[in-house]
């Protein structure tokens, strides 16, 4: 609370509240609680305890604590709320109705109340061996593995991933950022088509669609060691998307990675409704994004050799989605016995286009009519992370 003021808004509402309710307060550590107790003093002039403002912690101790990575179960505890010296004089209440149960009057949800408490309170015993505790049969539903989880919980997701309502009733908490890594994995596992060596690629790599391999029309790879999420509901026969978080200064950024096809024999000319989607996604989230897209559509501005009517369209989108084209040169992209020609470009967000550097078509051999696009994208590392575990380290 260091950058806030006497004299500005927020510390005049400090110095007249009667109270002030902190919600979930056994999550923040025990040094916020000292820094609003000793601001308080400061703003109000007076040296009792938070200034004399009344303070409402509410949470549950039983609940998640203050999380510090890389530290011991005795680190986390010795930053609690309990172990600041303001502790002493709190006041404990604690509620003893739970209102969601009351009003709903499900005998259910009664039961599996009163059994959340008592594990919470530790009072169901404890497997001395494995150092765990047994749920009856009617507490909830058992299953014997992550796989059958996630099958409980998303049944039939490959025909469910887009309906919104669907997936807004449904979810799985974990406890342990590793198990959610693993669910995570087990799910995109159902849209992943093939692993890299598959197809002539490097090994250590996925490659991402939603359609069978021999149906698909657009994928994109990623390299085991790069965190990558696919967005299920950008996902098509002709569209692949990826979110990629990336490490940046002292956090992390999120990167939206695309792939597009367009394809000529379409009923109506480019943008179709997946590349409008994309694009639509991105404004509402206010990611960056880039695409790498198969167009089939013709336009000067891009290299062409002339401009028609799908370039025109495609053009028309890119200039109200605020896409800058990437493209340099007019190097063909598009290669056969009696034709050349410019068709597949490169898209992206302003400040991407600031990043990209040394796009070019490459001179590598390829398999296909398409040749190779290449570039490299500056500040963007997604180096392994290495630390000391104190648990195993004499």
Partial sequence: MCNISKGSGMGRVLQKCKLIVWDECTMAQKKSLDALHRSLQDF???????????????????????????????????????????????????????????????????????????????????????????????????????????????????????????????????????????????????????????????????????????????????????????????????????????????????????????????????PNKEMKDITDYRFSRKKQLIIVCDANAHHILWGSTGTNPRGENLMELLVSSNLNILNHGNEPTFVVCNRKEVIDLTLGTNKIENLVSNWHVSDEPYLSDHRYICFKIRNITVDQITFRNPKRTN
């Fill in 44 to 270: 109000r002039g007076n040296i009792r305890p938070f200034g004399s403002a009344l303070i409402l912690l509410a949470g549950d101790l039983r609940q998640t604590l203050p999380v510090i990575p890389r530290s011991t179960p005795a680190d986390e505890i010795n930053v609690c709320l309990k172990y600041s010296t303001l502790w002493r004089q709190v006041k404990t209440l604690k509620l003893t109705t739970n209102m969601r149960v009351q009003l709903q009057d499900d005998r259910s949800a009664d039961i599996f109340s009163h059994k959340l408490l008592e594990i919470g309170n530790g009072k169901e015993p404890v497997d001395l061996t494995l150092g765990q505790i047994s749920l009856p049969h009617n507490f909830c539903n058992l299953v014997t593995s992550k796989e059958e989880l996630v099958e409980k919980v998303f049944p039939h997701i490959q025909t469910n991933y887009k309906n919104r309502d669907w997936l807004s009733e449904r979810a799985i908490l974990a406890a342990k950022n590793k198990d959610v890594f693993e669910l995570n994995n087990i799910i995109q596992s159902t849209f992943t088509v093939i692993q890299g060596s598959n197809k002539g690629l490097n090994t250590g790599g996925t490659v991402y669609s939603v359609e069978p391999s021999n149906n698909a029309r657009s994928c994109v790879y990623i390299r085991n060691h790069v965190n990558a999420l696919p967005l299920l509901e950008l996902c098509s026969r002709d569209t692949a998307a990826v979110r990629i978080t990336y490490p940046y200064r002292e956090g992390s950024r999120e990167l939206i990675v695309a792939s597009v096809y367009l394809p000529y024999d379409s009923d109506g000319p480019p």
